[in-house]
Structure formats: C-alpha cells, structure tokens
C-alpha cells in the first residue's frame, strides 16, 4: 500500500488524483484509493484539513491532488443581505460548518436545519456539489477539554479604542 504523509506546496506535475468528501479530508488518517485505483495510506499530521487542489507527496515521489467531491449540500440564498446574514448568525450559533459564497452560503445537507431556514424565509436548494467550508476564524475548530495534547490556539490581543 502505498504511503502518503507530506503536504506539499507546488509540484510540476500531478501524477494522480484523491477524490475526497469533506468530512473524509478532516481526517489525518486515512485509507483511500486514488483516482487510479491505487490504494493508499494517509499518515498526516494531526489537525490537517485538506482542501480541493492541495497537493500530497507519496513515499514515492508520486504527487497527488486532492479533489473535493461532489456531496449532498444545501444551498442558501436570500432576497437581501441582511436575510442571508441573518440565516448565517443562526447556523453559526449552531456551529455549522458553513461554506459562505458571493450572495450564497452551502451547508452539508440535514433536513431539520433545512426546515429553520425555510422559516426564516430564505430559499432553500438541495444540491450535489463540493464543499468547502470556512476553516473558523482562528485557523481551526475550538478547543474541546479532551484536546489536552492538542497545541492551542492563541487569542487575538484585546484592542484598544481610547487610551
């Protein structure tokens, strides 16, 4: 099996390709096979979160393009800004991992979710697309009391207005 374990920055050439929904590509480690078939290992470092066109090294020299792909997603549009915000504070409360697009925002699919942004009246659409979402305003998730051997992650300073 081959071994996939570096994340790497540019290639001249993609050798192959790993097709991944998103919650496959928040995993470190992984068994997957490439587009061409070949089975694989992903030995990533702990926290990695691949994203469609990042490139992967194999143990050798194979470079392989990570694709992600297609899945079952709502998609959320509103007739103002001020609704598509709104629908976006109340999935945030809810800790949505939440793609956010130019007058759009997609979510993975869950009807009850659907329902609550039906009621604040913007339009709903089921679709098959990737999804990319947000990766939080700090570079990652939040720290959980069980993440004790998880590097933490530091708080913006406080800023002044007046001194």
Same mark, same amino acid.
């Given at each position: 099996m081959l071994g996939i374990s570096k994340k790497i920055e540019t290639a001249s050439q993609?050798?192959?390709?790993?097709? *991944? #929904? @998103?919650?496959?590509?928040?995993?470190s480690r992984l068994r997957v096979e490439l587009a061409s078939g070949t089975e694989a290992a992903l030995l990533l470092e702990r926290g990695t979160v691949l994203r469609g066109g990042d490139l992967?090294?194999?143990?050798?020299?194979? !470079?392989?393009? !990570?694709? %992600?792909?297609?899945? #079952?997603?709502? +998609?959320?549009? %509103? %007739?103002?800004? +001020?609704? *598509? %915000?709104?629908?976006a504070y109340h999935l945030g409360n809810r800790h949505v991992p939440l793609e956010v697009g130019d007058g759009w925002l997609r979510l993975e699919q869950d009807h009850v979710l659907q329902e609550m942004?039906?009621?604040?009246?913007v339009q709903v659409e089921g679709q098959m697309a990737p @999804?990319? #979402?947000?990766?939080g305003a700090?570079?990652?998730?939040?720290?959980h009391h069980?993440?004790?051997?998880? #590097?933490?992650?530091?708080q913006p300073a406080r800023l002044r207005i007046h001194e």
């Open positions: 993609v050798d192959d390709q790993l097709v *991944l #929904p @998103f919650d496959r590509r928040q995993k992967l090294q194999a143990e050798d020299g194979r !470079v392989v393009q !990570v694709v %992600a792909a297609d899945e #079952p997603v709502l +998609r959320v549009t %509103a %007739a103002t800004p +001020r609704e *598509l %915000a709104r629908a942004l039906l009621g604040l009246g @999804f990319e #979402p947000e990766a700090y570079g990652g998730g939040h720290r069980h993440d004790d051997d998880a #590097p933490s992650i530091r």
